[in-house]
């Protein structure tokens, strides 16, 4: 075990001896992985070692076999933690819409909603009315380059268009943390420059958290952290003072 000092900022998502097998295939296999509030995270790792099953379990779209994800909530008046793994598909959906936000390689945008519908539609499923929701989508859109686009399908906008509007949509909400597999993997590499700088200003840039799956070094390197991980495991982790792991995991 490697001991490390306290992060400098209140932990986010603490997760402690993470399995998830399918099959004999062990995807996670015992990972401990601490998040601090404000951190940019790239988890890399070849295909196959477990990193996009770790984004998922982290987010709570997966629930692991074993082992704990707690999502601290550090308000103005308390702080609250919430053990993910506890929760329902009900309460664990409730998180995700209103904390967490997703920004996924192809987007998973509607295409027959405009950009502006799309980016509004989170608000609207947690029942803000449709102008307040459209009213504010149109302000995400504007800060991401994209004003006077609002009324534009996704089939109107380039690739690298559509990604802003994914970022858009995953921040509409104020969430806590967004959680981001390959944003940029489908764009050529200037496009992919810009995407990313959009996605980092409008997450950490605001003093929120960044957690992304990539499989590009360049992209990696313009995060704060580097977690790698293989076979189910975490293998290294480039931050020398913002987290406690376990190299490996335990058997």
């Known amino acids: 075990m490697m001991n ?70 550090a308000g103005t008046q308390s702080t609250e933690t919430v053990e993910v793994t506890s929760l329902n598909e009900e309460a664990r959906a409730k998180l995700r819409r209103e904390r967490l936000g997703f920004v996924f390689q192809d987007g998973l945008l509607l295409p027959e909603l405009t950009a502006q519908e799309n980016v509004a539609l989170p608000l609207m499923l947690s029942g803000v009315p449709r102008a307040g929701a459209e009213s504010h989508a149109a302000q995400w859109l504007a800060a991401l380059g994209l004003d006077g686009m609002q009324d534009r399908r996704l089939g109107e906008l380039s690739g690298g268009q559509v990604q802003r509007v994914a970022i858009a949509r995953a921040q509409v909400a104020d969430p806590h943390v967004v959680f981001a597999d390959e944003p940029t993997g489908a764009l050529d590499s200037a496009t992919s420059a810009s995407v990313l700088g959009a996605l980092l200003d409008s997450t950490v840039g605001r003093g929120r958290t960044l957690v992304m799956v990539t499989h590009d070094q360049a992209t990696a390197d313009r995060c704060s952290r580097l977690v790698r991980v293989q076979d189910g495991r975490i293998v290294a982790d480039s931050a020398a003072d913002t987290t406690t792991i376990t190299v490996g995991g335990a058997r």
Do not use: C
């Open 4 to 73: 490390r000092p306290a992060p400098p900022h209140p932990p986010l998502l603490t997760a402690r001896g993470l399995r998830k097998s399918y099959g004999t295939t062990h995807a996670l296999d015992g990972v401990d992985l601490t998040v601090a509030a404000g951190e940019s995270v790239a988890i890399m790792g070849p295909s196959g070692s477990g990193k996009t099953t770790l984004m998922h379990v982290l987010s709570g779209i997966l629930t692991p076999d074993a082992g704990s994800v707690q999502f601290t909530d």
